[in-house]
């Protein structure tokens, strides 16, 4: 079935180094391709999507491009801050699917010390 | 610009009480849906309504029912709670999930004792 996994967390950085958490997807479609952001005690907020191959979303600095070659959709950022810790959820959309049509992953933890 | 409200935002129940979390969405979305959210369990579907007067199951659907009373509110209620049931709750909405994903609310801590 259509699935999305996600690296395992947690991860730990320090400040100002590059982050990648790595997500990839199966799918008997064409999905779109999101990444959500959830702050301690908040609820999912989303960060950037991509809806076609090859496209490129970012928002705040972060970026994922969307490889249908290798089902993937990691999400980079140059220049971590303190202020980026959070868990952060990779998600796929199809036309048609069942199941409320977003699947998530499980999600990966990110601290980033000063 | 609300998004989407969740009530109440904190809850402690004992086990075998009966409540119902409320939520509505000020955006005109046809759909939402609720979710649970535990430890090293990430997200998990429990209903939807693609639609106003329309319900399905998701993932874990067993013990909660729903109600999608008008095209803004999409309610959860728990008839009998467990301690299985401690978690927090969060309702979100779409209009064009593949185009826009989803609006999520700030979520229901709730904890059954």
């Known amino acids: 079935g259509d699935s999305v996994t996600q690296m395992e967390g947690p991860v730990t950085l320090s400040e100002e180094a590059f982050l990648t958490i790595n997500c990839t997807y199966t799918?008997?479609?064409?999905?779109?391709l999101f990444w959500y952001v959830q702050y301690p005690g908040e609820g999912l907020q989303l960060l950037l999507k991509?809806?076609?191959?090859?496209d490129k979303g970012s928002n705040k600095g972060f970026e994922a491009t969307y490889r249908k070659e290798t089902t993937s959709f990691h999400l980079e950022k140059g220049s971590v801050q303190v202020s980026d810790s959070a868990v952060y959820f990779c998600?796929?959309?199809?036309?048609?699917?069942?199941?409320?049509?977003?699947?998530f992953g499980k999600g990966t933890k990110l601290s980033v010390k000063p | 610009n609300a998004g989407v409200t969740q009530t109440p935002k904190f809850q402690v129940l004992k086990t075998g009480q009966s409540m119902t979390l409320q939520c509505a969405q000020d955006?005109?979305?046809?759909?939402m849906y609720w979710y649970r959210q535990d430890p090293g369990m990430g997200l998990r579907l429990i209903y939807y309504?693609?639609?106003?007067?329309?319900?399905d199951k998701g993932e874990v659907p067993n013990g909660y029912n729903v109600s999608r009373l008008n095209k803004r509110e999409f309610s959860l209620r728990l008839e009998s709670a467990a301690p299985s049931q401690t978690s927090v709750y969060f309702c979100?909405?779409?209009?064009?999930?593949?185009?826009?994903?989803?609006?999520f609310g700030s979520g229901t801590r709730l904890t059954v004792v």
């Open positions: 979100a909405s779409s209009e064009n999930a593949i185009n826009y994903g989803y609006t």
């Open positions: 799918a008997t479609g064409y999905p779109s």
């Open positions: 991509a809806t076609k191959a090859d």
């Open positions: 998600a796929l959309s199809l036309y048609g699917g069942s199941q409320g049509n977003l699947i």
């Open positions: 955006m005109n979305h046809n759909s």
């Open positions: 309504s693609a639609s106003e007067g329309t319900t």
